[in-house]
């Protein structure tokens, strides 16, 4: 009843001749595959009116990575939904950890932006996820219900459709660290039941969770075998196509 979908995060690599020649051979590899997910690129900005146009008709939907949460002005530098919606952008990436990182992301800033990609007909993947030192204190239960809680303030029963939530370990991210299984679903599970308890039951089993951090084509049956496991977020191994087409053939 939920779409699973399976979403690359191209990060800040390849160029828009690099990425287009990736699509290229993607849109091939993948015409054998009888797949029931929803296959999602997130590309550099730079990249999105080359990918665009490569994936024209492929089926293959195209993502961004951030967005700023007013739709035009003076922000030197950001990029407006606007421009993404004009070049055929879906989904974006929000609350990444390393913009909370690196970018000074904070969980106000991600709910913004969520509104204003909502309000523009596009689609979220809201991020969240607990530091190693949070794990270690045993609070990843309040980290990523209290992300979860604000990125999705002000966000009505029905945008909901419009939401993906990627539940992501920080430790994990590009580590080669992935957390085990059963501790990717126990707390996708976690994140379905705050879900729950701000809307319903119903828009919580409707809602795709899925997981990221170190997925990989040796590791994504297992994890994507969880019942509230609804795909991946992945970095390193959607750099590489046979990779990526594996990890999306372990989603059937
Ligand atoms: P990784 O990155 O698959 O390289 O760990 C995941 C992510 O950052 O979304």
Redesign the pocket.
Known sequence: MRKIVI?G?W?MNMTPSEGSAFVEELKLKIKNIKSGCEIVVCVPDIDIAAISAALKDSGIKLGAQNAHWELKGAFTGETSVLGLKELGVEYV?IG???RRQFFGEINRSVNQRVKTILEAGLKAIV?VGELLFERELGITTEIVSLQTKIALNGITAEQMDSVVI?Y?PVW?????K?ATAEEADRVNGIIRGVVAELYTPQVAAATTIQY?????AANAAELLAKPNVDG???????LKVSDFTAIIAAAQ
Not at 232 to 238: D, E, N, R, V, W
């Open positions: 979403a995060n990060k990436i990444h950890s390393e991020c990627a992501e994990a991210i590009g580590t080669g992935t990221g951090g170190s997925m990989n991946g977020l992945i970095g390193g191994a959607s």
